[in-house]
């Protein structure tokens, strides 16, 4: 992200219940949130296991990947090669690797 390569990460696990390993890449982003260059998002869902508690982060002119992500997770229930891509685009992954990606490890 810091090259500008990748606009969008996120973050998932139960809420409250992200290892100390995944904490501590949180606070290496959250430097960067303090200085300006990421923006930070919390994004909370029921799930059927629980509290779902998602970390986004963005490129500051990027922040709008954020919403479209969390729609598009929002709809997991159904979720297909299609929603995949998507994710990928989002994410910031060229078409090519969204085309390998789905045809070589996404198998439905």
């Not at 922040?63 to 997991?76: C, D, N, T």
């Not at 979720?79 to 994410?91: N, P, T, V």
């Amino acid at each position: 992200m810091l090259a500008g390569k990748k606009p969008l990460s996120c973050f998932a696990d139960g809420e409250d219940f992200y290892p100390e390993v995944v904490s501590r890449y949180l606070r290496l982003f959250d430097r960067h949130v303090a200085a300006g260059r990421f923006i930070r998002r919390d994004h909370y869902s029921e799930m059927s296991w629980g509290r779902c508690h998602r970390i986004f982060y963005a490129l500051p002119n990027e922040e709008w990947r954020i919403g479209e992500m969390i729609e598009l997770l929002s709809s997991i229930h159904t979720w297909s090669a299609d929603k995949e891509r998507r994710e990928g685009e989002l994410l910031g992954y060229a078409d090519w690797m969204n085309d390998y990606w789905l045809s070589n490890v996404y198998v439905k």
